[in-house]
């Protein structure tokens, strides 16, 4: 091989190359996407109502996409690392990862800059209601004698369900607000989580807990705590005979939700196949009995309902968060 020769044909092995880079080794090709594996970064830690639904979705996704989509949960900061990490992932269809309710919190919080708006949203999956929920012995057996109790001696009760500020913590903020009340009548106990405080609650250390029915669902059954209400729309298919919040003359809804996004600028003939494949898995039975067995609702939002889904859940978080004197600017 003369020295021209070879010039040129490393010029082409160099033009191949960086062609190749450019094109994420064809991961920014539509026509063949997916070609390899696909990581799905989950937030939070293993065995949380996060993990359990992102695992089912990934678990029967693969089916419907064509390569495995592996699971990694990058926690941390609050939720910030994972959900950083998800932002900071290459837009080419091969990362894709659960963004929370918490999205609309830790940037008033003050914890990052991180916000709904850097992510291209493919489908919400869960939206878990909160409830207030009881002790069984308690002597209300309505939400009107419950707000009787709380008006009669504010402050006397508490309430609990995970860190101050979290979303549980935001549902009871707004709940009390909406029935005329102010946010010290029922001053909150900061939990590590919905567990530990239905525990506490079970112990008497707190008198509500304002977590998600799929989280309170096992103590109900088992006849230790009763739910006076849930804060949704309407009633929930698998508790139809709690009743809303709304329905009892107070208007507020609040719940947990899970969606999946990829990093900001996917392309949209990538995020179409992952929109079909997300669509599919969340009608597969095989995803719907998991979830629905775990209690979970589940509920398929994609497109622009989703984008104002999720403008209008920051919205509402960040003036729940306003009122509590929780609201902050990032660092």
């Not at 949203?121 to 002790?135: E, F, K, W, Y």
């Not at 508490?158 to 549980?168: M, N, P, Q, V």
């Not at 989703?306 to 209008?312: K, S, T």
Request: glycine share 10%; proline share 5%; charged share 15%.
């Amino acid at each position: 091989m003369t020295y021209i020769t070879r010039l040129i044909f490393y010029a082409l092995v160099f033009l191949s190359i960086l062609t190749g880079c450019q094109n994420g080794g064809g991961s920014g090709n539509a026509d063949n996407y997916p070609a390899r594996p696909i990581t799905f970064l989950v937030p939070w830690s293993a065995g949380g109502m996060t993990d359990l639904s992102s695992r089912a979705l990934a678990a029967v996704m693969q089916k419907h996409i064509g390569q495995p989509v592996n699971v990694i949960n990058r926690t941390g900061g609050g939720g910030v690392i994972g959900h950083l990490a998800l932002s900071q992932a290459r837009p080419d269809g091969y990362t894709v990862g659960a963004v929370t309710v918490e999205i609309t919190m830790m940037h008033n919080m003050g914890l990052t800059d991180l916000s709904y708006q850097d992510y291209t949203p493919l489908s919400l999956i869960i939206d878990n209601a909160a409830s207030v929920t009881v002790r069984a012995d308690a002597p209300y057996n309505t939400l009107q004698e419950l707000l009787d109790a709380i008006k009669a001696n504010p402050g006397s009760l508490k309430a609990s369900g995970t860190a101050r500020g979290a979303i549980w913590d935001l549902a009871r903020i707004g709940f009390l607000s909406a029935a005329g009340l102010q946010e010290s009548d029922m001053p909150w106990v900061p939990s590590q989580g919905a567990a530990p405080a239905l525990q506490e609650l079970i112990a008497g250390g707190v008198d509500v807990v304002t977590a998600s029915m799929s989280e309170v669902d096992a103590l109900r059954q088992a006849g230790q705590v009763k739910t006076l209400a849930v804060m949704a729309d309407e009633r929930l298919q698998k508790f139809p005979q709690v009743p809303t919040l709304k329905e009892l003359g107070i208007d507020w809804q609040s719940s947990g939700w899970v969606s999946v996004c990829a990093p900001k600028d996917l392309p949209e003939d990538i995020k179409t196949k992952l929109e079909t494949a997300i669509k599919a898995a969340m009608e597969d039975p095989e995803f719907v009995n998991a979830l629905t067995s775990a209690g979970s609702q589940i509920r398929s939002m994609q497109g622009q309902a989703l984008l104002d889904f999720m403008q209008q859940q920051d919205q509402k978080n960040s003036q729940a968060m306003e009122m509590a004197g929780l609201k902050q600017k990032a660092q």
